[in-house]
């Protein structure tokens, strides 16, 4: 089961690299790159990199590919749609493959690799990063956070100039 569990995660890691670099609307570049970066989190909770996995999701996932797409949806304008939904079937479509993920997904919290008796703590484990991150590195950490804020106000900015 592993095996058919990597293979899946890996043709969809890899066909959702594939849709990023073919597909021209930077819309769904985007979207094929959040579908990949999560694909890559899921790879890494079969490997029981827990840590890694949930760093993939909330930094790259949600931060970066979310920022991608507020970018592209500021500095592009869009186009309105009307009429009759020309992608209807495809969306159709999405609704089984999203189930067969979530079920993928569930397979791999499941299986034999994740379970087991829990392990003592290593010394670079989780709860060690977590504490050097809120004792020793609390202010390059806090540093990060404001230039960051920094970056989204010079954003907001810039796109209130233009409008």
Not at 47 to 71: C, D, P, T, W
Not at 122 to 137: K, Q, S
Request: charged fraction near 10%; hydrophobic fraction near 60%; charge should be positive.
């Amino acid at each position: 089961m592993s095996l058919f569990t990597f293979a899946v995660l890996a043709l969809l890691a890899v066909g959702s690299a594939a849709g990023l670099l073919i597909r021209r609307n930077p819309i769904h570049g985007a979207l094929f790159l959040a579908v990949n970066l999560a694909t890559v989190a899921a790879l890494f909770l079969t490997m029981r990199a827990e840590f890694l996995a949930a760093v993939q999701v909330i930094v790259y996932a949600g931060a970066i590919a979310v920022l991608f797409v507020f970018a592209i949806m500021v500095l592009i304008p869009g186009k309105e749609e009307t009429g009759p939904d020309p992608l209807r079937g495809q969306r159709l479509l999405s609704v089984p493959i999203v189930g067969v993920f979530l079920v993928l997904v569930a397979l791999v919290l499941r299986s034999l690799t994740l379970g087991g008796p829990a392990k003592p703590a290593v010394p670079g484990g989780t709860e060690a990063v977590g504490r050097m991150l809120f004792t020793d590195y609390l202010f390059p950490f806090e540093v990060t956070s404001l230039l960051l804020l920094t970056a989204i106000v010079g954003v907001m900015a810039l796109t209130k100039r233009r409008a």
